[in-house]
């Protein structure tokens, strides 16, 4: 009876208090992070999307300067200025202009 009792006196662990203290404050910071991280994400996505227009119209820029006839997307692709994956995302997203302007398609 007395071992059972030291026992019992020489246990400690965390109230119900205390642990609800702790998820609060864990919950409360996930609650901070968690919308800074998809801001972060639609960011990238913007800038992504600038630095592919920016290398299209820069491949635009050369076909026109290199080859001779209508510049398209598809011209581009056969001529080997676009790859498969470039010209299927330009022709999607981008319109080019009669002259040669890459600008990106309303959603």
Sequence with gaps: MRITKRLFKLEEGFT?????LV???ISALLMLF???VTGQQKS???T???AFKTVLQAQV???KMREDGVVSFAAMKTE?????SQAK?????????????VTKSSP
């Design 44 to 46: 990238a996505d913007e």
């Design 61 to 63: 820029d050369l076909y």
């Design 80 to 84: 080997g200025y676009l790859n498969d």
């Design 23 to 25: 998820l609060f404050i």
């Design 48 to 50: 992504g999307d600038e």
């Design 34 to 36: 968690i919308p800074n």
């Design 89 to 101: 995302k330009a022709a999607a997203a981008y319109t080019l202009s009669a002259d040669g302007t």
């Design 16 to 20: 119900l208090i205390e642990m609800s």
